[in-house]
């Protein structure tokens, strides 16, 4: 704009040098009248200088107005062009079309801003998109989790009801199966609750210092029912001593949960290793399991709510798929990290808490 400004300003000035000191276009007007009216020399100078050399400035200021509309005429073009080109682009953005906002060189930093605005809108909409799909996912996911025991507890309720002369061992038997499933259903109801609890505020945590070989020794041998039938082994190698501090309800929670899918998904005759150590700042703990890899696309989503390796989802096996999802929420309110790793030897889950 500047270089236009200063460009304009010095051709002005060589114009009114030219057509004041030139004495060509006298001359030329000179030769008209003497050519065409057939005057004499005499006579068509004193007719030039009264028309052309007293009349110099006014004659200067009309040339130099022409040549400063031209020249507005065409920075409002060139200027135009430019508000055209960003106008396109803006219309590119609320189209919300897939090619890439491209403009003039000199508009290079509109370029960016534009193209940069495109880039946050795609993210925007396809974050708005995730939360659509899970909100649905949600709704398809508790009529699925809910209807199974559901269905279970209200087909045993119904054979009680219509048998009323059953023998005393098979009818114990169903209201045995009725409870199991009943409680499933409670259990179920109070995943989604919490989770949606862990949601909306902030965890509260009750912080004491912790025993950690205590604590995860005692849950390994917890599980021991659940390893037995299918000859695992849980294994943990945690220094004495090490103390970590959190609140040991929730962090336990988070553990059991971690157990919990690596025993799920482990081979038979297999060992889950738990250990822990102290890095820097922190403590680590981590969970071992030898079983089939997790896809690395899959790995990303794991901790997501509602989410299972298995794509039956079977909600007698795999829970709700809320494990994972509550145990992110904990230690992220305990200022650490939890992640996964998985090869074709094996799985490892990683938490690492402050000291």
Same mark, same amino acid.
């Given at each position: 704009m500047?270089?236009?400004v200063?460009?304009t300003?010095?051709?002005?000035?060589?114009?009114?040098?030219?057509?004041q000191?030139s004495?060509?276009?006298?001359?030329?007007?000179?030769?008209?009248l003497?050519?065409?009216?057939?005057? $004499?020399?005499?006579?068509?100078?004193?007719?030039?200088?009264f028309l052309?050399?007293?009349?110099?400035?006014?004659?200067?200021?009309?040339?130099?107005?022409v040549f400063?509309?031209?020249?507005?005429?065409?920075?409002?073009?060139?200027?135009?062009?430019?508000?055209?080109?960003?106008?396109?682009?803006?219309? #590119?953005?609320a189209?919300?079309?897939?090619?890439?906002? +491209?403009?003039?060189p000199?508009?290079?930093?509109?370029?960016?801003?534009?193209? *940069?605005? #495109?880039?946050?809108?795609e993210?925007?909409?396809?974050?708005?998109?995730?939360?659509?799909?899970?909100k649905?996912?949600?709704?398809?996911?508790?009529?699925?989790?809910?209807?199974?025991?559901?269905?279970s507890?209200i087909?045993?309720?119904?054979?009680?009801?219509?048998?009323?002369?059953?023998? $005393?061992?098979?009818?114990?038997?169903?209201?045995? %199966?009725?409870?199991?499933?009943?409680?499933?259903l409670? *259990?179920?109801?109070n995943?989604?609750?919490?989770?949606?609890?862990?949601n909306?505020q902030t965890? +509260?945590?009750?912080?004491?210092?912790?025993?950690?070989?205590?604590?995860?020794?005692?849950?390994?041998?917890?599980?021991?029912?659940?390893?037995?039938?299918q000859?695992?082994?849980?294994?943990? /190698?945690? $220094?004495?001593?090490?103390?970590?501090y959190g609140?040991?309800?929730?962090?336990?929670?988070?553990?059991?949960?971690?157990?919990?899918?690596?025993?799920?998904y482990?081979?038979?005759?297999?060992?889950?290793e738990? /250990?822990?150590?102290? *890095?820097d700042k922190?403590?680590?703990?981590?969970?071992?399991n030898?079983?089939? $890899?997790?896809?690395q696309a899959?790995?990303?989503?794991?901790?997501?709510?509602?989410?299972r390796?298995?794509?039956?989802r /079977?909600?007698?096996?795999?829970?709700?798929?809320?494990?994972?999802a509550?145990?992110?929420?904990? +230690?992220?309110?305990?200022?650490?990290? %939890?992640? +996964?790793? /998985?090869?074709?030897e094996?799985?490892?889950?990683?938490?690492?808490?402050?000291v």
């Amino acid at each position: 704009m500047l270089l236009i400004v200063l460009a304009t300003v010095a051709t002005v000035i060589l114009l009114r040098f030219i057509i004041q000191e030139s004495f060509s276009l006298s001359d030329a007007f000179v030769s008209f009248l003497m050519n065409n009216f057939k005057l $004499p020399e005499m006579t068509a100078i004193t007719i030039t200088r009264f028309l052309i050399y007293n009349n110099m400035e006014a004659i200067t200021l009309f040339i130099i107005i022409v040549f400063l509309v031209i020249m507005l005429k065409i920075s409002i073009s060139w200027f135009t062009g430019y508000f055209d080109e960003v106008i396109t682009g803006v219309d #590119k953005l609320a189209g919300e079309s897939p090619e890439e906002i +491209v403009l003039s060189p000199e508009l290079d930093f509109m370029e960016k801003k534009l193209n *940069q605005i #495109k880039s946050n809108l795609e993210k925007q909409k396809k974050a708005a998109q995730d939360a659509e799909q899970r909100k649905n996912d949600l709704v398809v996911y508790l009529a699925h989790d809910l209807k199974t025991p559901l269905t279970s507890v209200i087909g045993y309720l119904s054979l009680l009801d219509e048998a009323p002369d059953m023998p $005393p061992e098979q009818r114990a038997k169903y209201v045995g %199966i009725t409870l199991e499933k009943a409680n499933r259903l409670e *259990q179920l109801i109070n995943e989604f609750f919490e989770i949606t609890r862990f949601n909306l505020q902030t965890i +509260v945590l009750n912080k004491e210092k912790i025993n950690l070989l205590f604590m995860l020794q005692q849950m390994a041998d917890e599980f021991y029912p659940i390893l037995a039938p299918q000859r695992k082994a849980v294994s943990v /190698s945690v $220094p004495e001593g090490l103390v970590l501090y959190g609140d040991a309800d929730k962090l336990a929670r988070v553990f059991n949960n971690i157990l919990k899918n690596a025993i799920a998904y482990s081979y038979e005759d297999s060992v889950i290793e738990i /250990s822990a150590g102290k *890095q820097d700042k922190y403590v680590e703990i981590s969970f071992t399991n030898r079983g089939n $890899p997790i896809p690395q696309a899959k790995l990303d989503t794991i901790f997501e709510k509602f989410y299972r390796l298995d794509s039956a989802r /079977s909600t007698d096996t795999g829970g709700a798929g809320l494990g994972l999802a509550i145990a992110k929420e904990i +230690v992220k309110a305990h200022d650490g990290t %939890i992640s +996964v790793e /998985s090869t074709l030897e094996k799985t490892v889950f990683t938490v690492r808490l402050p000291v």
